[in-house]
């Protein structure tokens, strides 16, 4: 198994006071915590340091790890002859073994006799998992596949890590921020305990074409000086194929053109709406024949749309 | 090794959770979830004191107050003023997506 050097991850030295360590801890929690950072690696730095800070809190886990020697960060190790009996786990038997599950076992080791033993419910894991789809899959419904690491307890509730995949199916219409729940699919249970759940934390990949706000879709609609002013009918792209768009003649640059239904499906069999913001636009040149027209039209035209800042 | 494909449920805001299967789901004894009633973390959807109803939001609710509270070694009641901050930045945050998403962009044209 790999080493992990946990006085490395809180940043404290190896001869550190308790106190010290839970202050390091707290700063970098404060951090990385997943419920207060946004930041889309702070999950894993916090797995981390609170895995580091589990072990170094415990005075007899602590004890345990320093006992394993220094040695770097990933470098492969087998714990010494002996540390096992020592520690309460006579087993000795480190295969497929996670660093981590090397302490695991030493919870509360003294206050409560020893390592679970065979015969005891225990619920299997809950996991949390970030799922981005786009905005096409919110709408079509999609499937996905998740590689989860989950803790498995053998016959003598010895913990083991074992590689699971897990597929599921996102109804359509799951939409930013939504949490929805694979039930069962999470850790086994052992002795009776029911297996954790999966909780897939939704989010949004950000679209080419529509901006997203619950199930509603915004998308910015480019028409011509002439066609707001005169109105005319445009086609635009909705997730359910390209529809007729009537633009009414004397719409204005910012105005919404709403057309219900046709945004992201919603649990409840319903639909958002797409909304289409009109943007009036000049084409990047003129022609001859286009300036003449402006010019005429500013001439015969008498309307100030600045008057009310006079 | 792989499973079959599982449906992915959504939480149903009409279902109403005992305070056991609240508990259960969220990796919290029952006590601990009455302390987080008490302290105003969760509300009850209905029913009496006693005999309590919750809400399926209250799961995800319940278990943030969880890792909050392990992850923070804090009380009840920094774990509920916690989860009123962190409620008001989701909402705060949903105001800010939904202010951006009818925010136009700048159309690029394109020079032909």
């Known amino acids: 198994m790999k080493f992990k050097d ?24 404060r951090k990385f915590h997943p419920d207060v950072s946004k930041d889309p690696n702070a999950e894993a730095r916090f ?9 170094l809190k415990d005075p007899e886990k602590r004890s345990a790890y320093d006992q394993l020697g220094r040695h770097g960060s990933g470098e492969e190790f087998r714990p010494p002859p002996g540390w096992s009996t020592q520690f309460g786990d006579a087993s000795g038997a480190f295969d497929g073994m996670d660093f981590a599950d090397l302490f695991g076992g030493l919870a509360g080791h003294a206050r409560q006799g020893g390592r679970r033993g065979p015969g005891h419910a225990r619920r299997g894991q809950d996991y949390e998992v970030a799922v981005p789809i786009s905005v096409e899959e919110s709408f079509n419904g999609t499937e996905v596949s998740l590689d989860l690491t989950t803790t498995e307890f053998d016959a003598q509730g010895v913990p083991r890590r074992a590689p699971r995949s897990v597929k599921a199916r996102i109804p359509k219409g799951a939409t930013e921020g939504q949490v929805l729940r694979l039930p069962g699919q999470g850790g086994k249970g052992s002795h009776g305990g029911r297996d954790g759940d999966v909780y897939l934390h939704i989010a949004l990949r950000p679209h080419r074409i529509y901006r997203v706000s619950g199930h509603d879709l915004f998308l910015d609609l480019p028409v011509t000086p002439w066609e707001a002013a005169l109105g005319a009918s445009v086609e635009i792209p909705t997730l359910a194929g390209a529809v007729n768009l009537k633009v ?63 | 090794m792989t499973s079959e494909c599982t449906d992915a449920v959504w939480p149903d805001e009409q279902r109403r959770l005992q305070l056991a299967d609240l508990a259960d789901l969220a990796g919290l004894s029952e006590a601990e979830v009455l302390e987080l ?12 004191p006693g005999q309590w109803l919750f809400g399926m939001r209250s799961i995800t609710v319940a278990r943030t107050a969880r890792r909050l ?10 774990v509920a003023l916690l989860l009123a901050f962190i409620d008001r930045i989701r909402d705060l945050q ?7 998403a009818r925010l136009p962009r700048l159309v690029p044209v394109a020079r032909t």
Request: hydrophobic share 40%.
């Open chain 1, 6 to 29: 946990y006085y490395a991850v809180l940043g404290v030295e190896r001869g550190a006071t308790a106190d010290e360590i839970k202050n390091a801890y707290r700063k970098l929690a």
């Open chain 1, 47 to 55: 797995k981390e340091m609170a895995e580091a800070y589990a072990t």
């Open chain 1, 248 to 310: 009414p003649a004397g719409s204005r640059g910012g105005q919404q053109l709403r057309l219900a239904g046709r945004g992201l499906p919603t649990p409840q069999g319903g639909a958002g709406d797409l909304h289409a913001i009109l943007q009036i636009v000049l084409p990047p040149e003129f022609t001859e024949r286009e300036r003449a027209l402006l010019q005429e039209l500013a001439g015969a035209s008498t309307w100030n749309p600045r008057r009310h800042l006079q």
């Open chain 2, 37 to 48: 009633v008490d302290c105003g973390a969760l509300t009850p959807a209905e029913g009496a």
């Open chain 2, 69 to 78: 509270r392990a992850d923070f070694e804090l009380d009840p009641h920094g």
């Open chain 2, 94 to 100: 949903d105001e800010l997506a939904d202010l951006r």
